[in-house]
């Protein structure tokens, strides 16, 4: 999708790798804090608008993912383009993460009796660890119930969730991604896979929501049919969820985001 968008565009593109990946030096990405990630992304977007062939006027900032939140900190006051994003939202860290819990407990078919009850303990466990900044291992010392839960949620490893620290998903917690939304003053796109159960179809609704009340008919939603987080086609959630049966169907999202960047005047139709 992306080696698509940057031959087919016709702009100049310039793609920041997290420290330690790709081709970017410095410390692992796995010991990196979300606050230290984001002054790099920043420090990145300073070189670029610095660039005498870039025209700083028609900068058009593009985050997925994890970066989908960044954006709009990178932009918020900026006087940027644009700003397109695919697979996240504007709710805070906590209840991504509890939704997104719920969804592969859910989809992991869980039995019903027990689901209510688990869904609460991830609750209970991630509003200590998220919002009041706890460790697991002193939430497991404090009450050892409840730490059992940590070894029962995705991605968790240690002291690592999804293979980034815990302060990164702590300091994610304390980010205003709503608020940063609301002070984005360029054309926004949303981009969202139906079947992407990473993020929900409200989170990135509420994206919009946030722009266009602030400036009406300034911010886009485009859900893709279909769709997982990593543009790959399924035939329904369970499927998307076990990752059975799909392909890669980059064109939609690609064909999107063109139109897009000829709508507000970034290239030529």
Same mark, same amino acid.
């Given at each position: 999708?992306?080696?698509?968008?940057?031959?087919?565009?016709?702009?100049?593109?310039?793609?920041?790798?997290?420290?330690?990946?790709?081709?970017?030096?410095?410390?692992?990405?796995?010991?990196?804090?979300?606050?230290?990630?984001?002054?790099?992304?920043? =420090?990145? &977007?300073?070189?670029?608008? #610095?660039?005498?062939?870039?025209?700083?006027? @028609?900068?058009? /900032?593009? $985050?997925? *993912?994890?970066?989908?939140?960044?954006?709009?900190?990178?932009?918020?006051?900026?006087?940027?383009?644009?700003?397109?994003?695919?697979?996240?939202?504007?709710?805070?860290?906590?209840?991504?993460?509890?939704?997104?819990?719920?969804?592969?407990?859910?989809?992991?078919?869980?039995?019903? =009796?027990? &689901?209510?009850?688990?869904? #609460?303990?991830?609750?209970?466990?991630?509003? @200590?660890?998220? /919002?009041? $900044?706890? *460790?697991?291992?002193?939430?497991?010392?404090?009450?050892?119930?409840?730490?059992?839960?940590?070894?029962?949620?995705?991605?968790?490893?240690?002291?690592?969730?999804?293979?980034?620290?815990?302060?990164?998903?702590?300091?994610?917690?304390?980010?205003?991604?709503?608020?940063?939304?609301?002070?984005?003053?360029?054309?926004?796109?949303?981009?969202?896979?139906?079947?992407?159960?990473?993020?929900?179809?409200?989170?990135?609704?509420?994206?919009?929501?946030?722009?266009?009340?602030?400036?009406?008919?300034?911010?886009?939603?485009?859900?893709?049919?279909?769709?997982?987080?990593?543009?790959?086609?399924?035939?329904?959630?369970?499927?998307?969820?076990?990752?059975?049966?799909?392909?890669?169907?980059?064109?939609?999202?690609?064909?999107?985001?063109?139109?897009?960047?000829?709508?507000?005047?970034?290239?030529?139709?």
């Amino acid at each position: 999708m992306l080696r698509r968008l940057i031959t087919e565009s016709g702009v100049l593109w310039q793609r920041v790798d997290k420290s330690g990946v790709g081709d970017s030096q410095g410390p692992e990405c796995s010991g990196l804090d979300y606050e230290t990630e984001l002054a790099q992304h920043r =420090a990145a &977007l300073r070189q670029l608008l #610095s660039r005498p062939d870039v025209d700083p006027k @028609r900068v058009v /900032i593009y $985050g997925a *993912s994890m970066g989908s939140n960044m954006a709009p900190l990178l932009a918020a006051g900026q006087d940027v383009a644009g700003v397109a994003v695919w697979g996240g939202g504007a709710m805070t860290w906590y209840e991504r993460t509890l939704r997104f819990e719920r969804n592969a407990l859910e989809l992991g078919d869980m039995d019903p =009796a027990r &689901l209510a009850s688990e869904v #609460s303990a991830r609750a209970a466990f991630l509003a @200590r660890y998220l /919002i009041h $900044g706890e *460790s697991p291992t002193t939430i497991a010392a404090s009450d050892p119930e409840l730490g059992k839960v940590w070894s029962r949620m995705v991605g968790t490893s240690g002291e690592t969730q999804y293979g980034r620290p815990l302060a990164f998903h702590q300091q994610a917690q304390r980010q205003n991604w709503t608020g940063a939304w609301a002070r984005v003053h360029a054309p926004v796109l949303v981009l969202y896979g139906e079947l992407d159960w990473f993020e929900t179809r409200d989170s990135a609704a509420l994206i919009v929501d946030v722009v266009n009340r602030a400036r009406p008919g300034a911010a886009t939603l485009i859900v893709v049919p279909g769709l997982d987080h990593h543009f790959v086609r399924y035939a329904n959630r369970r499927d998307a969820y076990r990752e059975t049966g799909g392909t890669v169907a980059a064109d939609p999202v690609v064909e999107a985001m063109l139109a897009w960047l000829a709508r507000i005047g970034v290239r030529r139709p």
